[in-house]
T-cell receptor, first 121, second 115 residues
């Protein structure tokens, strides 16, 4: 089965602090994709990043960085110098290539339960 | 601008009524999806469609129905058979590619409340 765990339900930080959101996944696929989405209070999910299982290079985009480690099945997300506008729910998601092999819909995204990040001014 | 629109933003329904949620996209994406989000939970897949005139059940299809008569439209009907319909509904679309690497892009959502 495929599963995504975001153990941190809520995190509260003060502006300018660094914060890391954890994501641990389970899959039997050798090829898979990992995603992070941001859901601000307006409700729309905003795509942040996609990573495939063969690319373990860390990625940095401005204040955002992602650490993918296959050895620990983790895909953690760090925000540096957090800002109030970063306040949102963040979802990690997994898509296995061969999900249909065990009854899953093809191209089905498996979401974690999300982490609510509150950045205080 | 290209994107996904959902209407209405808020919807109130009396018990026993069917309601239809609209989802339209002008991204020229072949695949479209409906998800349900409940407080404190991740998104769960209701229905998906990879091509016009074809759609498949997701994990929680009971009490819902869809149609895909046009590429750009994928309306979701919440029927009276859905026992707990109050939730936030999100529509997504993507270019279906082999290997699963496609990214799903989401609309702004519809919040449905049953009175």
């Amino acid at each position: 089965a495929q599963k995504v765990t975001q153990a941190q339900t809520e995190i509260s930080v003060v502006e300018k602090e660094d914060v890391t959101l954890d994501c641990v996944y389970e899959t039997r696929d050798t090829t898979y994709y990992l995603f992070w989405y941001k859901q601000p209070p307006s409700g729309e999910l905003v795509f942040l990043i996609r990573r495939n299982s063969f690319d373990e290079q860390n990625e940095i985009s401005g204040r955002y960085s992602w650490n993918f480690q296959k050895s620990t099945s983790s895909f953690n997300f760090t925000i540096t110098a957090s800002q109030v506008v970063d306040s949102a729910v963040y979802f990690c998601a997994l898509k296995g290539v061969w999900a249909f092999n065990y009854g899953g819909a093809t191209n089905k995204l498996i979401f974690g339960t999300g982490t609510l990040l509150a950045v205080q001014p | 601008d290209g994107g996904i629109t959902q209407s209405p933003k808020y919807l109130f329904r009396k018990e026993g009524q069917n309601v239809t949620l609209s989802c339209e996209q002008n991204l020229n994406h072949d695949a479209m999806y409906w998800y349900r989000q409940d407080p404190g939970q991740g998104l769960r897949l209701i229905y998906y469609s990879h091509i016009v005139n074809d759609f498949q059940k997701g994990d929680i299809a009971e009490g819902y129905s869809v149609s895909r008569e046009k590429k750009e439209s994928f309306p979701l009907t919440v029927t009276s058979a859905q026992k707990n319909p109050t939730a936030f509904y999100l529509c997504a679309s993507s270019i279906p590619t082999s290997g699963g690497r496609n990214t799903q892009y989401f609309g702004p959502g519809t919040r449905l409340t049953v009175l």
